[in-house]
């Protein structure tokens, strides 16, 4: 599967450095390849399904600690 981010130039550094961007789109994909559920994949992570669902729709960035629990579907 092809990665959950892409890079774009930094908008601060006059476009010398790269900065990851997270794909919601990408999580969702995911996460439904792994058959698992909006609610399920929350209440497993530890978070609301509203803000893992913000994420996945790009409404929240999402941290480290939510990152890592897609990396292990």
Same mark, same amino acid.
């Given at each position: 599967m092809e990665p959950y981010y892409h890079?774009?130039?930094?908008r601060h550094c006059q476009g010398r450095g790269r900065v990851k961007v997270v794909d919601g789109n990408a999580l969702r994909t995911l996460r439904? $390849? $792994?058959h698992e559920s909006l609610r399920g994949f929350a209440r497993r992570v530890g978070f609301s399904a509203t803000h893992i669902s913000d994420v996945e729709r790009g409404r929240r960035s999402p941290g480290w600690n939510i990152l890592r629990h897609y990396d292990s579907l």
């Open positions: 890079e774009v130039p930094c439904l $390849a $792994a």
